[in-house]
């Protein structure tokens, strides 16, 4: 299946780049044309012709250069697409993405992964791997002609909003005894692995500049789940939406979420938020 998906992403990627082919052979054709005598032109003529375009004729650099420019374009952005095979993680990131513009807010992307691992854990490797294929899934259904995915129409869809009330519900429940988790939940976020991992045997050594550096505080923590969990604030559910979350967990957002907001309000209120 993985070399049927990298056939494919081969086809798309030419697809792209095919543009340059066709205005190298059209300005070939064109030469020829203007050499030509009752539709005829000379071998001698034809290598000319050939010879002017090998050597970057002046005339055609600028358009040469545009073409190349897009070719070069697509393939990075189809390598970077590549890399990105955690849509679970997108999708859990994405409410508190805007953090990461202010580094006066202290929140870095070397601490995903300890955050990634710590929710994993929560949700055990069974389901965490369940909701993993799941959002692929969707990430898949989403992915235009030119093999890239529209990331507004993943986050968009009404089953990446069930994904993410999923992990939510279960990070929330995982801190119903709040102090004996949270202390664990700082153990996790300001431990530095050496490595990551890519498989479920393969890992990774982490250079030194790229694994967690400093103490992740329990300001830290307010200031990520305040934004991590803002989409489960009632105001963000409609009659239908609520009724909906009621029927897959057996209670309302209101009960499953309002006993974890008091303890991240009243630890705000002890770090002056």
């Not at 859990?92 to 870095?108: C, I, K, N, S």
């Not at 993410?164 to 004996?180: D, I, N, Q």
Request: aromatic letters at 8%; charged letters at 25%.
């Amino acid at each position: 299946m993985n070399e049927a998906k990298e056939a494919t992403e081969q086809v798309i990627e030419g697809a792209h780049c095919r543009s340059m082919a066709v205005q190298t052979l059209k300005a070939f054709l064109a030469a020829l044309e203007r050499h030509a005598t009752g539709g005829m032109v000379s071998l001698d003529h034809a290598r000319r012709a050939a010879a002017a375009l090998i050597a970057a004729d002046p005339s055609m650099a600028n358009s040469f250069a545009r073409s190349e420019a897009q070719c070069e374009a697509s393939f990075a952005l189809a390598n970077v697409e590549r890399q990105r095979h955690d849509h679970l993680a997108r999708l859990v990131t994405r409410p508190f993405a805007h953090l990461f513009d202010d580094a006066a807010l202290g929140l870095e992307r070397r601490h995903l992964g300890q955050l990634f691992a710590a929710i994993r854990m929560m949700l055990g490797d069974e389901v965490h791997a369940e909701l993993k294929g799941r959002a692929a899934v969707i990430a898949d259904e989403h992915r235009g002609v030119d093999g890239l995915i529209d990331w507004d129409a993943f986050y968009g869809d009404s089953r990446s909003r069930e994904l993410l009330e999923t992990v939510l519900v279960a990070v929330a429940k995982s801190f119903r005894r709040f102090e004996p988790r949270k202390d664990w939940f700082l153990i996790m976020m300001n431990s530095t692995p050496s490595s990551v991992s890519v498989g479920s045997s393969a890992f990774v050594p982490l250079r030194p500049e790229e694994r967690a550096k400093g103490q992740f505080t329990e300001g830290l923590l307010v200031r990520l789940f305040e934004a991590m969990f803002e989409p489960m604030r009632p105001n963000h559910f409609d009659v239908a939406s609520r009724t909906a979350f009621a029927a897959r967990f057996g209670a309302t957002p209101e009960s499953l979420f309002g006993p974890f907001f008091v303890e991240i309000r009243a630890m705000a209120g002890r770090h002056g938020g």
